[in-house]
Nanobody, 114 residues
Framework: QVEVVESGGGLVQPGGSLRLSCAVS????????MAWYRQAPGKRRELVAT???????DYADSVKGRFTISRDNAARTSSLQMDDLRPEDTAVYYC????????WGQGTQVTVSS
């Protein structure tokens, strides 16, 4: 059974930092692209950052220079380091494994507010 579990969300003040983690079990994560999405209330889910199986990275324009995606294939984890957080970054953040089948986690809430 495949499981994708996010952690690390919370409440942070503007300008602060958070590090989200994604733990995968049940599949060899090294064969999959790993990505982070987010969905704010009333908005569509959007792609935030991707790291392919070959370690190529891509970011949404709104987070470039502030967010950094990483992965550890041996540990089957991915992380999203988020710096200089803004209120507009408030959303539920989801980890995704993208291959022949797409797997999703349950999401973790990030709230940026003073």
């Amino acid at each position: 059974q495949v499981e994708v579990v996010e952690s690390g969300g919370g409440l942070v003040q503007p300008g602060g930092s958070l590090r989200l983690s994604c733990a995968v079990s049940g599949i060899p994560a090294s064969r999959y692209d790993m990505a982070w999405y987010r969905q704010a209330p009333g908005k569509r889910r959007e792609l935030v950052a991707t790291m392919t199986s070959g370690f190529y990275t891509d970011y949404a324009d709104s987070v470039k220079g502030r967010f950094t995606i990483s992965r550890d294939n041996a540990a089957r984890t991915s992380s999203l380091q988020m710096d200089d957080l803004r209120p507009e970054d408030t959303a539920v953040y989801y980890c995704s494994l993208k291959g022949p089948v797409v797997y999703w986690g349950q999401g973790t809430q990030v709230t940026v507010s003073s």
